[in-house]
């Protein structure tokens, strides 16, 4: 009798504790979080140093893929119908709209992180384009951070604090950086600030910092109007390489650097040095981080023209 | 008779595991204590070595213009500009609000232009009760960085006053 009685209580507690134990293995813990759903890495970077590790982030494009050229995946629309945010960098830098049509398509909220921001506008050919580029100072990336951390804080408003606090220690590591990134750059005469890249994304930096700045390729590798290479553009750039006595010119991580080892050639220069363009470097690289991409962009430029 | 006994023990281990779970996330309230405003006429005095500008780096959640020089009391803001100050002009804060009996502290903000990122700023306050200056502290901010420091002065009900550095 004792047995039974025992075998009982035994079935008794188990089919009592059955339900605390299914809910804590069905929690698993990156399943359960806020995703949000990047377009590019510099985008991902910038979330994660607000959320840490109380959200998902995940960046569409990988290290050194370009985003005015990229294709959705059906991957991508599997990730866009999953993610309860998306972030894009807008000023069609996405070329044809690819991060707004995933989730417009997923029926998911989406955010411009160059909301508010003044862009520069570039006469490509008599055409009016806005610059998308505009993640390379990090007085415009304080914008993109400030408008991430009221879209996650929205999505999350539990923990809207905590990203608060993230977010001002971050924006404070982005003011020492502006401030190390002029100190560093006093070190190149204003004439010989001279930037020649493989296409037209470095106008924000070349302004915040007093270079002159001179690409083959249009402001978009793509096939937008005002974008791409023309004969003409080359040709000014090399005139421009030969005028103006420039001693390096450098290629970029996302786009391929043919263009630019020709030109260089034809103009009798040397490469500078490989820089960080439109996505960051990949994981483990020097690169990784948006802090990291800005730093060793500026000692490759300080390295190939002083 | 025993299945019954059973079915009585599982309820009452279920009900204190549930009343377990709830007490433990009932957040444990801590003795309160009131805090006695401080006695005396006190005028805080702020004064900086460089013009102060809007910072451009500031988080900014809501619709408020972001603040060139902050100052804060007890983690109560008491003193917030978002216009430009020039460098040496005094900027005086008369009566100080938010001060209580025992210890109290300031935290300043202000940020320094960006241009001069090779720069280092300084910063200066003073505390005056009654008339007499009972604190005087100054701070000075890494090349390129904004200054963001506090200090700790604490006031006897008396107006006898001790002051203590907590940069």
Redesign the interface.
Known sequence: MSRQFLAMLVIGLISAASPLLTASASQDPSRNKPFILCSTTQLADFTRQIVGDRCRVVSLLGAGADPHTYMPTPNDARLALEADLCIQNGLNLEGKNWMGTLAKDAGKPVVTATDGLEPLVLDEGGMKVRDPHAWFTPRNAAIYVNNIVRAVSQLDPEEKSEYEARAQLYLQQLRVLDAWIRAQFNAIPPDRRILVTSHDAFNYFANEYGFKNHAPVGWSTGSELGAGMTPERRKMVIDSIRNLNVKAVFVETSVNPKLVREIAREAGVKIGGRLYSDSMGPEGSAGETYIGMMRENVLTILHGLK | M??A???V??IA??GGLTLYMQSRETAVVGESYELHAAEGAFALRITTTFPVEP???????DDREASALLVKVNGKEILRRTDRVRPGEPIQLEPVPGLTDGRNEFYLEANPP??D??LSYAIRAQLFRDGKLIADRSFWS?????I?SSFEVSLAKEPAVKDHDNE
């Open positions: 025993r299945p006994f059973v079915v023990i599982w281990l279920m910072d451009p780096f500031a988080l900014r959640t960006l241009d990122a090779n890494e090349p390129g960085s904004r963001a």
